[in-house]
């Protein structure tokens, strides 16, 4: 009787797929037929039902398999991200980046301070706080897309997320450094692995966003293909990254970076991936879900509520107050602070990281962040399906609303 399977059947990365598409997509299903609830929430409740801290049906080892899953997920979510930001505008909108720099610098200090008054100080809470900078592209462009938004604050709190991005990448590069020297490591070790990092990246994401540019103008009489395009340069974007030892989540945004800011008439900046990419949402929201650390969360809620507070509170006043100073109604600045409070892809790669290469201090960082990443993502989509609605924008989805009770 040995053709007949074991029990219980092995689990493998396609039938991981399987399940985290065709679960999360009956809880996005039930969760959008709430008005207010974000079916992001949804795909997440199954994820947290499913994995290793509910009914454990997909394990530590199937969590593993389907990271290549979410991997690729998230690039694609970051090269999108990064077609918010055309460097030729971006340097002419200088308010912009003024706010992006007072939001950067004030999380910083804000967190900094908030983890002192709970006992975390010095490079582990140095290290947290960089990371703090980031949010969630794929909460703000799901969520976003979800609602039909477009306007001034959606393509605002676009390009805040992007720039923000860079922001937290480049400081945390810049304090790895230390802890390099409090584990002992020659100067060429301390100085040379961060920079490598960063600007092999940057390097990297520069080149293929050239070559992308390059190969949309020499096909844009067949634009079938420019999507394998696009999806083949982000793919080899992150195994690139993985085969020379840098960072696939700064690579894909600087990827789309490049390819926005090269482009003089539209060839691949505004391709439309169409229905499919929904998939790659749902598979890393159920991911994200079933990711959750309870334990953690219970162990560090000092920590952790105290980093969520101090990061709300720096991204709403600065966005709020400087975006105030320079121009932009209160209303606006305050949605799009709001639209910045998820936190997940960058900051759990970033937390991975430190782990890895320092595991006695990120063991302290990855506990903290990953909790507080707990927090902003279970209560992120509700807040910023809201912060859509207040914003002012127009969104598509009230309009469908009010056709049909019309």
Not at 322 to 339: F, I
Request: neutral net charge; glycine residues 12%.
């Amino acid at each position: 009787m040995n053709f007949l399977p074991g029990w219980p059947p092995e689990i493998n990365t396609l039938l991981l797929f399987g399940l985290l598409l065709f679960g999360g997509a009956l809880g996005g299903y039930f969760a959008h037929r709430l008005r207010w609830l974000p079916s992001i929430t949804g795909f997440m409740a199954v994820g947290l039902a499913v994995g290793p801290q509910g009914l454990g049906l997909v394990g530590p080892e199937g969590m593993a398999q389907a990271k290549i899953i979410v991997d690729v997920a998230l690039a694609l979510i970051l090269y999108r991200l990064g077609l918010s930001l055309d460097l030729k505008a971006l340097l002419a909108d200088r308010r912009l980046l003024l706010v992006s720099l007072a939001e950067g610098v004030s999380t910083f200090a804000f967190i900094y301070a908030a983890l002192a008054l709970v006992g975390i100080s010095g490079v582990v809470a140095a290290v947290i706080a960089t990371i703090g900078i980031s949010s969630s592209p794929a909460v703000l462009i799901h969520v976003g897309h979800e609602l039909g938004a477009s306007g001034p604050v959606t393509q605002r709190a676009r390009a805040l997320v992007a720039l923000n991005h860079v922001m937290a990448f480049v400081a945390c590069s810049a304090v790895l450094p230390v802890l390099y020297q409090h584990n002992d490591a020659g100067w060429a070790v301390t100085l040379g692995a961060p920079a490598w990092r960063l600007l092999g990246s940057a390097a990297l994401g520069v080149a293929l966003g050239w070559l992308l540019h390059w190969a949309a103008r020499r096909t844009k009489r067949a634009s079938q293909y420019h999507l394998a395009l696009v999806i083949g340069a982000v793919m080899f974007a992150l195994g690139g990254s993985q085969s020379l030892h840098l960072s696939g989540l700064f690579a894909p945004l600087v990827l789309g970076v490049t390819v926005r800011s090269l482009e003089q008439q539209s060839l691949i900046a505004d391709l439309e991936f169409g229905a499919a990419f929904e998939l790659f949402f749902i598979a890393l929201f159920v991911y994200a879900g079933a990711n959750l650390h309870l334990a953690e969360m219970w162990h560090y809620a000092a920590a952790a509520g105290a980093f969520v507070l101090a990061r709300g509170a720096a991204k709403l006043i600065t966005v709020g107050g400087v975006g105030y100073l320079t121009g932009v109604p209160v209303r606006q600045g305050l949605s799009a602070g709001l639209l910045l409070m998820p936190m997940a892809g960058l900051a759990i790669g970033l937390t991975a990281t430190t782990l890895n290469l320092f595991p006695e201090q990120g063991a302290a960082v990855s506990a903290v962040v990953l909790a507080a990443v707990a927090v902003l993502e279970t209560i992120g989509p509700p807040v910023a399906a809201q912060a859509f609605r207040w914003s002012g924008d127009r969104l598509a989805a009230d309009e469908t609303d009010k056709e049909t009770h019309d």
